[in-house]
Every structure is written in structure tokens, then in C-alpha cells.
């Protein structure tokens, strides 16, 4: 079973620039999580999709950042325009619905620098 | 604000030893708890997972849960150099899938 896909694994771009990132998810897997760590802190969420619908986006930081699962599939993250503080380690999740619905498993995450 | 707290280590053990990991959180509503193992460049690789107090053990992991001390623990048997590696302690709260994480212990098991 493939796990949690994440791309691109890097990007650098420069401020005011736009980005986007994308997760697939375990197929199947309808809960999908978005968290990000940021240079010596603790990972931190973003927000929660359930199939195409955002159950909970209370981490989004501001209205720069944007999250889509168009079709409950696939999920973007689109940054725009980004920012310094954006830069970090940009992890998605993803577990079932039902029974191991509390248990998250990530992708390798994407790094992103913001010059 | 919910917290929880980790020595950030590093804590170096020798091969065969047992390994202790600890973990403390501020939000007494938190249920559900979890550690995840952390390779450098890599992605967190959920290990333990434990909601009700006591111990839950699988191989030669064993997790430890006290809601009424909020804390959590992991001890880690027969340590290998393989089980090098940042261990993050996770919680989340009654109803809620966001996970609040810790900055990670770093384990380091020497041959």
C-alpha cells in the first residue's frame, strides 16, 4: 500500500511569489490533515479536510495560504503571495474514517524556503 | 494554549539498554496520544498509539499513559542503533483529530 505522497520534496522561492503543494493521501484515506514546522518549533496544524469538506482550519495562519481537495482525492495547499515567515517543513496526513480515524500517517513532507 | 513538552535530548543509550522517553501536556481534555519515530529528512512513522491509562506494549515498544499526572511515556527495550531517531509525543483532545505535537526527543543509541 503506498503511503502519504507529498510534491514537490523542495521548493525556494522568493517573496511575493505564489506556491503550490500538493498531498495525495492513502487511497482511501478520507481525513486529510495538513501541519507545518517552522525552523526550531514543534509541528503545527494547519487544517482538516473530510473528504472535500474543511471539518477544521482554526492553524491556518492567514488568508495568503489556501486549501483545496477538489473531488475529496488530492489536496493543495497554495501559498500566495509568500512570505519570509513562511518557510518551513510542510507535512500532510491522512487517515481513515471509522475505526483508526485518530491515528495520522504523513508524508515526507515539503520543504519550502521563502528568500 | 495547549502544550506538550519534551526533553529535547539528546538522550544516548547503549545498545541493549532500555530507552525512556517522556512526555508532558498541559490540556487535561486531551484522549488520545501518540508517538511517532522520526528519521533526519524524513517523514514522522507512527509507532504507539494509547488512549486509556496503563501500559500498552507492542515488540519492544511500551507506552505508558497517566491523565492524572498528564504524562506519557515511552520506553523502547533491547535499544537498537536503528532506533536512533527524534521521537515526537503527539496529543489530541475528546472529539478532536488536530494533533499538538512536541519538539521532539532525540534518541541516539550507541553500538
Known amino acids: 500500500e503506498a503511503g502519504v505522497t507529498q510534491f514537490p520534496s523542495h521548493s525556494v522561492i522568493e517573496k511575493g511569489q505564489t506556491v503550490t503543494l500538493r498531498c495525495d493521501p492513502i487511497s482511501g484515506h478520507d481525513n486529510l490533515y495538513w501541519y507545518r514546522r517552522v525552523m526550531g518549533k514543534e509541528i503545527k496544524f494547519l487544517l482538516h479536510f473530510v473528504k472535500e469538506s474543511k471539518q477544521d482550519e482554526s492553524g491556518m495562519p492567514n488568508n495568503r495560504f489556501l486549501a483545496e481537495r477538489t473531488g475529496g482525492t488530492y489536496s493543495t495547499l497554495k501559498v500566495q503571495p509568500a512570505e519570509l515567515e513562511d518557510s518551513g517543513v510542510y507535512f500532510c496526513a491522512s487517515s481513515p474514517l471509522g475505526q483508526g480515524a485518530y491515528e495520522q500517517y504523513f508524508g515526507p513532507g515539503t520543504r519550502l524556503t521563502v528568500t | 494554549q495547549k502544550e506538550v513538552e519534551q526533553n529535547s535530548g539528546p538522550l544516548s543509550v547503549p545498545e541493549g539498554a532500555i530507552a525512556s522517553l517522556n512526555c508532558t501536556y498541559s490540556?487535561?481534555?486531551?484522549?488520545?496520544f501518540f508517538w511517532y519515530r522520526q528519521y533526519s529528512g524524513k517523514s514522522p512513522e507512527l509507532i504507539m498509539s494509547?488512549?486509556?491509562?496503563g501500559d500498552k506494549e507492542d515488540g519492544r515498544f511500551t507506552a505508558q499513559l497517566n491523565k492524572a499526572s498528564q504524562y506519557v511515556s515511552l520506553l523502547i527495550r533491547d535499544s537498537q542503533p536503528s532506533d536512533s531517531a527524534t521521537y515526537l509525543c503527539?496529543?489530541?483532545?475528546?472529539?478532536?483529530?488536530?494533533?499538538?505535537f512536541g519538539k521532539g526527543t532525540k534518541l541516539s543509541v550507541i553500538p
Open positions: 503527539a496529543s489530541s483532545g475528546a472529539g478532536s483529530y488536530q494533533l499538538t
Open positions: 490540556d487535561r481534555g486531551s484522549q488520545s
Open positions: 494509547i488512549y486509556s491509562n
